[in-house]
């Protein structure tokens, strides 16, 4: 079973950037989808980013396009989350997530679909 670390979280002003990332051991990375997820104070957590196996497919929750980017690393079992332009509604906790699936190009946006999560990292975004 895959174990999951997150950090790169912090405090930052309206516009600044941030790089998450997300540490797996204890598994086969490069046989993971992955997603990063987020939850702010009283609200649902939702999907953010996902990847597929490969790294060659990503899909995004429509009002972050543009500003945040995942991308993996098989090599060092890391995910990223690259974050610019950042606004106070990005303001959470976020979560990378973890799922096994045999097919390489396939991602989901579904947290349920996710068997293993971290335990998150606090972004702040101040305005």
């Known amino acids: 079973q895959v174990q999951l670390v997150e950090s790169g979280g912090g405090l930052v002003q309206a516009g600044g950037s941030l790089r998450l990332s997300c540490l797996a051991s204890?598994?086969?990375?490069?046989?993971?989808?992955m997603g990063w997820f987020r939850q702010a104070p009283g609200k649902e957590r939702e999907f953010v980013a996902a990847i597929s196996r490969s790294g060659g497919k990503t899909t995004y929750k429509d009002s972050v396009k543009g500003r945040l980017t995942i991308s993996r690393d098989n090599a060092k079992n890391t995910v990223y989350l690259q974050m610019n332009s950042l606004k106070p509604e990005d303001t959470a906790v976020y979560y990378c997530?973890?799922?096994?699936?045999?097919?390489?190009?396939?991602?989901?946006?579904?947290?349920?679909?996710?068997?293993?999560w971290g335990q998150g990292t606090q972004v702040t975004v101040s305005s």
């Open positions: 204890r598994g086969t990375f490069a046989s993971y989808r």
């Open positions: 997530a973890a799922d096994w699936t045999p097919r390489p190009e396939e991602y989901s946006v579904r947290a349920g679909a996710y068997d293993y």
